[in-house]
């Protein structure tokens, strides 16, 4: 682990694999983001991502009944490996759309990006490929962070919207400083107790594709408006595969913009955070519990990070 440079990466991984098919099949589920998913696509392109082919990756952008989408016209910008799928009979939960775009998938690893409104750094396809290669069961995870100046269940109650947000992007030349993100953001809830200790939820969670037919991909029984706590399910039944190695990239992560979304705008005392926990207890038979799975921690840390990291430290002893 070190902190300095940006530019001090690893090499970029190999390109494609021998069928000719990309590596990694990175699935975004996206749904009336018309401000937000342009951002979240741009973040995955070729043009932003350092270090990795074009070739060696693709992203399958499922649209979720949205009334009308941004996302169709900046996934065909972004390159020859985004696709665009318009789901028909979308559900108000996320987890068939996600299913759906699995299904299309080509690579031997797949990405799951539940929520379109979530920046990349620009590190993060390249460093999720190498880590990839590590384990043939490797669970390949990023800590995610709220745009702002705490978790946004917090600071929307505080004056904190869409147009600040606008504002602190541009004080940062982002997209042409993408780990300056690292400086306008807070720690998500799920992953405010740092790197160190166990999290909650992955946002950008990839694993290989036989990873994903043994957790069955993501439950559709989850049926609440925004999936309720699918994702928090997805990442702690993945965590439960045998003989799976955790490896937790330490200088990339995804940045959630503000939306209004029902599940990540929800404040933690609120109807539809019982509801969905609920839920869970309802389909699994026992209340929800953090997986309490250790992890190997993979990257160089870019300066930026390194409040985080002195928070993440502290809070070990906290």
Sequence with gaps: MSIGSTKERPPAPRAEGSN???????????????????????SLSAEYQEGVDPSSYEVVVVDNGSPRSAAVKTAEACGDNFRYHYLECATKSPAPAMNAGIAMTTGKYVGLYVDGARIATPGLLRMALLALSLNERALVSTLAWHLGPQAQMVSVNE?????VEDELLESIDWPANGY????ISAFAGSSARG???PVAESNALFMPRRLIAELGGMDESFSLPGGGVVNLDTYARAC????????TLLGEGTFHQVHGGVA???PAESDYVDRAFAEYA?????????????????????????PFMTASIGSLSG
């Design 20 to 42: 000719g098919q990309p590596r990694l099949s990175v699935v975004v589920v996206v749904y009336d983001m018309e401000r937000e998913a342009p951002r979240t696509l741009h």
């Design 159 to 163: 004056g904190y919207n869409a147009d």
């Design 180 to 183: 300056d993100l690292f400086t």
């Design 195 to 197: 790197f160190f200790q």
């Design 240 to 247: 439960a595969l045998p003989e799976t190695t955790l490896i």
């Design 264 to 266: 990540t705008n929800a």
């Design 282 to 306: 309802e389909l699994r038979g026992h209340p929800y519990r953090r997986p309490e799975r250790s992890s190997l921690f993979l990257g160089p840390v870019p300066k930026q990070v390194a």
